[in-house]
């Protein structure tokens, strides 16, 4: 009988280190991070002006990256801009080569099942950007038409999500990139990019190309910062900087120099 309590004694005392063990390996994504010492961003780096390469100095920059490298600074570690292929993103967050995907990245149902998302931190919407002089005004006019969207993005779900608008649509073509999808409306080799317009708006006024943006937009949505599904620590704790940064006024002052104003949605 004290062989057998001694055995079950020993038993649960096991279970309770490895349930111990399990807790602090979830809950430890802060602290493994501190550990290592720098903060590794995933970005899509052509997607001005969020984030993008400077054409003088070819450096990362934007607002997001201006956000992120002041929340790395507040968690005392380094900050690295990691360049990834957007339709391998899940995968590069997974297999632990970033620590988050933080790049105008649309928050959606199906990604939410794959990820840890945080709150919204800026509203944007999904919008045709046509030539100046296509005499394309609406979705209805892309009937027969050829269009672009960038592989992997949130536009080809808008796209989806519209079945009216898609049926009409004569050909799709894929590009890496949003800046490679507009060269080739540029070009004409489509007739409209289906894209985001924090993106377009800010194109447009950079490279006074004869482009412009139809009112009816696709869809409606909101950016937020993806993290693996087992490190929501390590989430609230990036977002409890941001309202931090937010409170001190260090948000408004980035999106006014990217923006012209505060379009933060941070509460």
Do not use: H
Not at 76 to 88: G, H, L, M, R
Not at 92 to 111: A, H, P, Q, V, Y
Not at 200 to 229: C, H
């Amino acid at each position: 009988m004290k062989k057998l309590a001694s055995l079950i004694l020993a038993l649960c005392l096991l279970l309770s280190i490895t349930g111990c063990k399990k807790k602090t390996n979830s809950t430890g994504a802060v602290k493994a991070l501190q550990d290592r010492g720098v903060f590794v961003l995933g970005l899509d780096d052509s997607f001005p002006p969020l984030g993008f390469r400077d054409n003088d100095t070819n450096e990362i920059t934007g607002y997001d990256i201006d956000l992120a490298k002041e929340v790395a600074k507040r968690l005392n570690v380094e900050f690295k801009a990691q360049p990834i292929s957007w339709d391998a993103k899940e995968m590069e967050l997974s297999t632990g080569k970033i620590d988050c995907i933080w790049n105008g990245f649309t928050i959606t149902e199906e990604r939410k099942n794959q990820l840890s998302f945080t709150e919204a931190y800026l509203n944007n919407e999904q919008v045709l950007v046509v030539r100046a002089d296509s005499g394309i005004k609406s979705l209805a006019d892309m009937k027969g038409k050829i269009l672009g969207i960038q592989s992997g993005s949130s536009a080809q779900e808008a796209v989806d999500d519209n079945p009216t608008f898609a049926s009409s649509i004569g050909e799709t073509i894929y590009f890496k990139d949003n800046i490679t999808a507009l060269n080739d409306l540029d070009i004409g080799g489509v007739d409209a990019v289906v894209m985001d317009s924090i993106v377009a708006n800010y194109s447009i006024a950079q490279t006074k190309k004869p482009f412009v943006v139809v009112d009816e937009a696709l869809a409606n949505e909101a950016y937020g910062i993806g993290f693996r599904k087992n490190e929501p620590e390590l989430r609230d704790k990036v977002w409890e900087v941001l309202k931090e940064m937010v409170a001190d006024g260090t948000v408004e002052k980035i999106s006014k120099k990217w923006f012209d104003k505060d379009i933060s949605v941070i509460k």
